[in-house]
């Protein structure tokens, strides 16, 4: 191989590195969130009105998900908390960007962490195996 293909290839090769994202998937984060009982209806219509509508235009976002806590099968039930909010993102660094738009104070501040009764606990989580339906 001469020096100009051997230069061609490296270079190839560096820039489709560089166009794959860091990590192995998407990147998850769970928070914990203990919602005030009295405000569980609003906090459900909030995250449909607000919440959804604002995540959905940032650049990397794929998946939200609000769960409320039903039982423990094995282990101890969480103290705290009885919602867990899922958001998916493509990396970490488009999750963190969307923490510093304009969206996020209305889709997290307005529709969300008005309604929690403690301080929450967030965990990052990023994704290196799922499984999906067969078809």
Do not use: C
């Not at 009885?82 to 889709?107: C, D």
């Amino acid at each position: 191989m001469n020096r100009r293909k051997a230069i061609t290839a490296l270079l190839a090769g560096t820039a489709v590195a560089a166009a794959k994202p860091s990590g192995n998937g998407p990147i998850q984060l769970h928070t914990d969130m203990h919602v005030k009982l009295e405000e569980e209806h609003q906090l459900l219509s909030d995250f449909e009105k607000l919440y959804l509508p604002a995540v959905r235009k940032a650049p990397g976002f794929i998946d939200a998900k609000l769960l409320k806590f039903e039982k423990a099968t094995i282990g101890k039930a969480p103290e705290h908390f009885n919602y867990r909010l899922i958001q998916v993102f493509a990396t970490e660094e488009q999750r963190v960007a969307w923490t510093l738009a304009e969206g996020h104070k209305t889709g997290w501040h307005v529709a969300i962490e008005k309604h929690l009764k403690v301080p929450f606990d967030a965990y990052l989580y990023s994704t290196k195996a799922e499984a999906k339906p067969a078809r």
